[in-house]
């Protein structure tokens, strides 16, 4: 019987792995992707908002020449970390089902991406999962088209093309300046009357420049409300608007997929559908169940970062070894 088996391999499940190991517990991870696979879903060429000493985990230090981390140094980082506390991380094998037994373990039932099905024992479980798997869908005519993507590589697929994109937050405005530098021409279509305040402030006036220039057009207050082929209707104000396009880039953001909780046990609370836990311990109303990292949070996946949620993880090994 494993002491702790922590589902998800993000920075925050991570930072709890090593803190439950540091203690002298027996802890398997379960990642049904690749290691920190939010991070590689970021685009490829991302720079991080934080810096690297707000994204460390396990008292290692993040080395990099840059003010602000880029992706690529974030993936070495935790790959280096994870082989230096031999974390036992078994990738490509998902949890599908949490069950508690009379004696108040656990038996945690997974699937490889091969197809074979395992059963786990656990004295406690600690749920880390992600949220990039779950795109939030604009709900309109059009949306499933081939042209329509809710993730943003990087610019190349797009040079000299005409490109749509909805939201108005940080993703918004780094793929719009990637897409300029390959001659896509850029429209932006945003529902709120502004771009977001919390745009990266040495990217704000780069792209608040290329806006005045008309090397982009910024759609506000506006919304899209069909896709077809080759062209997106924009409503407004003043009416509804056909433009020609060749791609549709969604960037409306994601959130957790609480299905895992749900079937656990785990009480849901308020209009942002948050899981219930002691902030003081991270355990759920489940007995033995903790949330770490951005699953703690509501609908709004901003609510807890890298910075705060590596830091779930030393209250709740701390309370895992106060409780035996």
């Keep these: 019987m494993q002491d702790v088996i922590i589902i998800g391999a993000g920075p ?22 690749c290691l920190v696979h939010s991070i590689y879903s970021y685009p490829t060429h991302m720079q991080f908002f934080s810096t690297s000493e707000l994204l460390e985990i396990g008292d290692i230090p993040f080395s990099t020449s840059n003010e ?22 078994a990738s490509y094998e998902e949890a599908t089902a949490i069950h508690r037994q009379q004696d108040g373990s656990f038996i945690v ?10 059963e786990y024992e656990a004295r406690n479980v600690i749920i880390s999962t992600g949220y990039f798997d779950h795109p939030n869908m604009l709900g309109i005519p059009g949306e499933e088209l081939p042209k329509v993507t809710h993730y943003f590589r990087e610019a190349h697929p797009y040079a000299g093309t005409k490109v749509t994109i909805i ?9 719009t300046l990637e897409l300029l530098r390959v001659d896509a021409e850029v429209t932006i279509v945003y529902r709120r009357a502004s771009i977001s305040e919390q745009i990266k402030p040495w990217v704000r006036p780069i792209f608040e420049s290329m806006v005045a ?6 759609r506000l207050s506006s919304r ?27 960037l409306t953001g994601f959130h957790p997929d609480r299905k895992l909780l749900f079937d656990a046990g785990v009480e849901m609370s308020g209009e942002m559908e948050k899981p219930v836990f002691n902030p003081e311990t991270m355990e ?14 509501g609908s709004n996946a901003n609510e807890v970062f890298i910075e705060t949620g ?3 993880g030393v209250l709740i090994a701390e309370h895992i070894i106060a409780s035996r």
């Design 109 to 118: 039932h997974s699937v490889t991406r091969s197809g074979e099905k395992w």
């Design 284 to 297: 759920s109303n489940v007995p033995g169940l903790y949330v770490a990292g951005v699953i703690a949070s």
């Design 213 to 218: 220039k008309g090397k982009i057009d910024l």
């Design 68 to 89: 602000k981390p880029f992706r690529h140094e974030a993936l070495a980082y935790y790959r280096g970390v994870s082989r230096h506390y031999n974390l036992q991380i």
């Design 12 to 33: 925050c499940g991570l930072s709890a792995a090593i803190e439950c190991q540091r203690r002298g517990l027996d802890v398997l991870v379960l990642e049904k992707h």
């Design 167 to 175: 939201g108005g937050s940080n993703s918004a405005v780094d793929a």
């Design 310 to 312: 590596r830091k779930h």
């Design 224 to 250: 899209v409300i069909d896709i077809g082929s080759d062209h997106v209707i924009v409503e407004s104000e003043l009416g509804r608007e056909k433009l020609m396009n060749d791609f549709v880039l969604a």
